[in-house]
């Protein structure tokens, strides 16, 4: 997993320079470095979570991270203050939490079970954690 996370941001980093030749950046680099606005409020229990950090992790592309507010609220940010996250799939995680406050199957975005398709048609992803 570890592994897999490194060699994802290596490529992302090294896409841009892979058509610096070839006359401009490579299609596929600009898509990993797009971002799409993403926001919304994260709930367990019904309640708004009010601390921690929720993590989307694409499938390709640089992971997006947003704090969460005393709401519930967040913003996610990728290279930039509040840029959002690159289009795709995403799993989701929410971390900075101790298992009493939140079940540890949330933590890691193998476990949690939660994933969207991140667009730029939608930009509120609610998180209803159970």
Do not use: W
């Not at 989307?56 to 990728?78: K, N, Q, V, W």
């Not at 795709?88 to 406050?101: A, E, P, W």
């Amino acid at each position: 997993m570890i592994l897999d996370r490194r060699a994802a941001m290596l490529a992302a980093l090294l896409l841009p320079f892979a058509g610096s030749g070839c006359g401009g950046v490579p299609e596929a680099a600009a898509k990993l470095s797009t971002t799409v606005p993403v926001q919304g409020k994260v709930t367990y229990k019904g309640k708004p979570l009010t601390h921690g950090t929720v993590v989307f992790e694409p499938d390709a592309g640089r992971e997006a991270h947003g704090e969460i507010g005393p709401d519930g609220g967040y913003t996610l940010s990728t290279f930039k203050a509040g840029d959002g996250a690159v289009a795709g799939k995403h799993r989701i995680s929410i971390s900075g939490l101790n298992k009493k406050d939140l079940p540890l199957k949330y933590h890691a975005p193998s476990s949690s079970a939660i994933e969207f398709e991140v667009g730029a048609d939608k930009s509120d992803y609610p998180i209803d954690l159970k």
